[in-house]
């Protein structure tokens, strides 16, 4: 794990070089493949019916379209580096989603977390960092440790507090402490005043109702939910079967709680799961 940690920091120590490399070799491709339909870009002579005639090139006739280049360059350019982070990250994501390992998702965050606190940035390695800090945030929600969430986001959050990044983190955690709280009033009006990425999401919608004691309407929301990544289905799966057991289901209450247990991994809610069946 340690070595992936590095590996990712190491990639992106050079980034800055390798961006201004693809800039390069990019604008020189979209050079030429405007030149194979606008002809030579730079001023040049031509024979026409036995005449030398000067031509002056479509950079300069057309400039317009060297400036589009360098536009169009960057933009990919850009494109390609927030790509090459994001594939590291979803590498990473897949042991919280697929897997439902969220103590060694945790320990990875926390050990990139770590190591990037010890570097002198270069490249685009601060972009890591502030790139893997709301996912940390999420790990430690899903570890149930809110309040040390809390003092992350208080008292050593890097880069600015502010954009959707950032309010999105700081939703997540609220919500997650008027869960616990079991503030259904606290809970409805964070969620109000949030995004549709809260409002849509049945998990979220079902809490709201399962606070407000409407265990019918949270049941009928997860039943017809149809998303199944594996960390997304157990959670779904045990807010189910709380609900069941809440309206006297106990059956089926059991075989959300036996699937939770079966497939939780590591998750917090496995131990709330074992709860409800006396394990």
């Given at each position: 794990?340690?070595?992936?940690?590095?590996?990712?920091?190491?990639?992106?120590?050079?980034?800055?070089?390798?961006?201004?490399?693809?800039?390069?070799?990019?604008?020189?491709?979209?050079?030429?493949?405007?030149?194979?339909?606008?002809?030579?870009?730079?001023?040049?002579?031509?024979?026409?019916?036995?005449?030398?005639?000067?031509?002056?090139?479509?950079?300069?006739?057309?400039?317009?379209?060297?400036?589009?280049?360098a536009v169009l360059d960057l933009i990919v350019v850009m494109l390609i580096e927030i790509c090459n982070i994001l594939r590291e990250f979803s590498k990473i994501d897949r042991m919280l989603s697929q897997e439902c390992?969220?103590?060694?998702?945790?320990?990875?965050?926390?050990?990139?977390?770590?190591?990037?606190?010890?570097?002198?940035?270069?490249?685009?390695?601060?972009?890591?960092?502030?790139?893997?800090?709301?996912?940390?945030?999420?790990?430690?929600?899903?570890?149930?440790?809110?309040?040390?969430?809390?003092?992350?986001?208080?008292?050593?959050?890097?880069?600015?507090?502010?954009?959707?990044?950032?309010?999105?983190?700081?939703?997540?955690?609220?919500?997650?402490?008027?869960?616990?709280?079991?503030?259904?009033?606290?809970?409805?009006?964070?969620?109000?005043?949030?995004?549709?990425?809260?409002?849509?999401?049945?998990?979220?919608?079902?809490?709201?109702?399962?606070?407000?004691?409407?265990?019918?309407?949270?049941?009928?929301?997860?039943?017809?939910?149809?998303?199944?990544?594996?960390?997304?289905?157990?959670?779904?799966r045990l807010l189910l079967g709380v609900c069941y057991y809440r309206v006297g289901k106990e059956q089926q209450g059991k075989e959300c709680m036996e699937y939770v247990i079966a497939h939780g991994n590591t998750l917090?809610?496995?131990?709330?799961?074992?709860?409800?069946?006396?394990?």
């Amino acid at each position: 794990m340690e070595e992936q940690i590095i590996k990712i920091y190491e990639k992106q120590k050079n980034g800055r070089i390798r961006m201004i490399r693809n800039v390069l070799l990019i604008y020189v491709a979209l050079i030429c493949i405007v030149s194979i339909f606008k002809g030579n870009p730079f001023p040049h002579q031509e024979t026409v019916l036995f005449f030398n005639v000067k031509q002056s090139g479509w950079i300069t006739t057309d400039s317009y379209l060297l400036w589009g280049c360098a536009v169009l360059d960057l933009i990919v350019v850009m494109l390609i580096e927030i790509c090459n982070i994001l594939r590291e990250f979803s590498k990473i994501d897949r042991m919280l989603s697929q897997e439902c390992d969220a103590e060694k998702y945790l320990e990875m965050l926390e050990g990139m977390i770590k190591y990037g606190k010890s570097l002198d940035y270069k490249g685009f390695q601060k972009n890591v960092v502030l790139m893997a800090q709301p996912k940390y945030i999420v790990a430690l929600i899903a570890n149930g440790e809110l309040q040390k969430a809390e003092e992350y986001t208080k008292n050593e959050w890097k880069g600015k507090k502010e954009g959707r990044s950032w309010q999105q983190v700081v939703t997540n955690l609220e919500l997650a402490k008027k869960y616990q709280e079991k503030d259904g009033a606290g809970y409805s009006d964070t969620l109000e005043k949030t995004g549709n990425v809260f409002q849509n999401n049945p998990l979220f919608m079902a809490k709201k109702f399962m606070l407000k004691e409407e265990d019918e309407a949270a049941i009928r929301l997860l039943e017809d939910d149809t998303e199944k990544l594996p960390y997304y289905e157990v959670t779904r799966r045990l807010l189910l079967g709380v609900c069941y057991y809440r309206v006297g289901k106990e059956q089926q209450g059991k075989e959300c709680m036996e699937y939770v247990i079966a497939h939780g991994n590591t998750l917090d809610c496995k131990k709330e799961a074992k709860k409800y069946i006396g394990m």
